[in-house]
Structure formats: C-alpha cells, structure tokens
C-alpha cells in the first residue's frame, strides 16, 4: 500500500517545546505532503518535499525525508496553543501519478 | 480566488434517499479529489480526476456511489440509495499537478 502512517496516534506536549512526528511508507513516492486539520475543518497545506529533497523548512517547520527508508518527520519549534491540530503526511506515488493518498495522521495537543 | 467551494455544509438525510455532495475547484486546477472522513477508517481516497476525466475510483466505496466531473468548474458526488453507515464528513481538493492540494471546508453528512 502507498499509504503513509504516522507516528504516534496523539501527542501531547508543552506550550514552548518541540514536537516531532513520523511517518511512514511502502511504495516509491514523487513526493510526501504535511498538512494540518484543526477540528471540524478542511485539511490545510504545510510543506511539500520532493523525492530528491532532503530537508525543508518553512517557519517554525522543518521537514525531513529519507526514501531509503521510506520515512518522513515533522519538527515543529517551540510549539504555541494554536499548533493544535491533527497532522497528515500524503504521499504522492510514481505509479498511478498523482493519486494523493493520506495517512491515519497524529493528534498534537499543546498544553498551555 | 475564494478557494474550492462544497455544498451544502451539512446534510441530514433519510435512510434510503438520494444524496448529491457539490464541488467547485479553483479555476485553473486540473485534478480533483473527493476523500471521506470517518473516525474508525481516517481519511480515504475515494475517487479522483485529472483534466474532467475520472482516472481512479477504486476508493468508492459501492455501486450506491458515483461521482462526475461535466466540466472544469463542477464535480459532484451522488450516493443513491443512502444508508447509515455512509455518515461522514466528505471532502473536496483540487490542484495543480504533483503540487498541493486545497480543500473544501467538507459536507457533513448524517444519514438517519
């Protein structure tokens, strides 16, 4: 299956700290897609990093990828209350272009 | 651009009745992605297209379900009969190809 699974389910943190999640896949990608649902709303756009990039940042974000292992992270700095969300990884495949398919994502609390 | 527009918001409908979901994208994205969004199965792909014309629909669910692209500006997705189990939050996403994708803000729905 293409299909991403982060790691872990949930996460709970402290206002201030960082918070990193993971995921994985099992099929060559074009390239993986972090986004962030805040509850009962639409998925929004963080980072896109292609299959020949290594890292991107924007912000307080920082996007890692490794296709030898067919992983990705997402650091979040210093995090604040409003970084409550779920977040996402789809990837995209080589085979089947453009297909968009996301993972079970992580539930990030921020404690304040 | 005011981004993808759904319609209606939320939908509570009989058991046994038509449903049809709407979509607008934002002009100028050629492929559109109707996903749906339940606790117990996450966010699944259910069918998409590129350029009006559906490449992949092995994500619908049943027979009950169909969906249509007349033209760039306009996707629907229809569950005929409707049943309970079809309650769930269904999403719309368009993008440009092997870029982001931005979504709807969703149609709840609650089939009784």
């Known amino acids: 299956s293409q299909q991403g699974e982060e790691d872990p389910q949930a996460l709970s943190i402290q206002e201030g700290e960082n918070a990193t999640m993971n995921c994985s896949y099992k099929t060559s990608i074009n390239n993986l897609q972090w986004y962030r649902q805040n509850s009962g709303r639409g998925l929004v756009h963080l980072i896109l990093i292609r299959s020949n990039e290594r890292e991107k940042h924007s912000g307080r974000l920082r996007v890692t990828l490794d296709t030898s292992k067919k992983s990705s992270s997402l650091l979040i700095t210093a995090s604040r209350a409003a970084d409550t969300a779920s977040y996402f990884c789809a990837t995209e495949g080589i085979q089947g272009a453009q297909k968009l398919v996301f993972g079970q994502g992580t539930r990030l609390t921020i404690n304040p | ?112």
């Not at chain 2, 100028?28 to 998409?48: A, D, K």
Request: proline share 6%; glycine share 6%; aromatic share 10%.
């Open chain 2, 1 to 112: 651009d005011a981004g993808v527009i759904q319609s209606p918001r939320h939908e509570v409908t009989e058991m046994g009745q038509e449903v049809t979901l709407r979509c607008k994208p934002i002009s100028g994205h050629n492929s559109l992605f109707w996903y749906r969004q339940t606790m117990m199965r996450g966010l699944e792909l259910l069918i998409y297209f590129n350029n009006n014309v559906p490449i992949d629909d092995s994500g619908m669910p049943e027979d009950r379900f169909s969906a249509k692209m007349p033209n760039a500006s306009f996707s629907t997705l229809k569950i005929q009969p409707s049943e309970p189990r079809d309650s769930a939050v269904y999403f719309c996403a368009s993008r440009h190809v092997r870029e982001e994708a931005f979504f709807g803000q969703g149609t709840r729905l609650t089939v009784v």
